[in-house]
């Protein structure tokens, strides 16, 4: 499925972070995000506390997203969904929205690796960081040291089995 022309709206909800960006012909156009504080009392995230915070903020985080890109939804030619890996509850929230917002404007819907997407990221800043390049993927609980032959085509040379670096990573940066 490809979209059609226009720009894309991106939804991400794998953890305990709403966010939404609208990115035209690679640039960012607009982008919120909505940090949970919910957890801060448990010391780690709380996968349902997380879901239910995603319902309850990501209509706002989507609408202030458009706001900042100065677009009416009908103007979107897509929607990118983070699709997985990530907290199954959170996903699914994003997953469904993203879905019938998608169907409601008639505009495809496709989802996103979460760690592929943070390959990608790089290269909307730095269009030279392209493959192929070796690159380690921390993102909370996953870790994936890869190959990048070209886009689309990875080798995994290793990964965490089960505590994270990313989650190793969110506890020190906690303790300040």
Not at 97 to 114: M, Q, R
Request: charged letters at 15%; aromatic letters at 6%; glycine letters at 16%.
């Amino acid at each position: 499925m490809n979209f059609r022309g226009g720009p894309v709206l991106g939804i991400e909800s794998s953890c305990d972070e709403t966010s939404a960006a609208v990115v035209d012909g690679g640039r960012l156009l607009g982008h919120v995000i909505l940090s949970q504080d919910a957890h801060e009392v448990f010391g780690g995230v709380v996968p349902e506390i997380a879901a239910r915070q995603h319902l309850a903020h990501i209509d706002g985080v989507v609408h202030r997203t458009l706001d900042e890109a100065g677009l009416d939804p009908a103007g979107l030619g897509g929607v990118g969904v983070t699709a997985g890996p990530g907290l199954i509850g959170a996903l699914l929230v994003g997953l469904n929205w993203a879905k019938g917002f998608g169907w409601a404007l008639g505009v495809p819907v496709i989802g996103v690796h979460h760690m592929e997407a943070h390959l990608y990221a790089n290269s909307l800043d730095s269009p030279e960081a392209s493959p192929p390049f070796v690159a380690l993927l921390i993102s909370g609980g996953h870790t994936l040291l890869l190959h990048a032959a070209e886009w689309g085509r990875y080798t995994l040379l290793g990964s965490t089995r089960d505590d994270a670096v990313g989650e190793a990573f969110d506890k020190v940066a906690r303790r300040r």
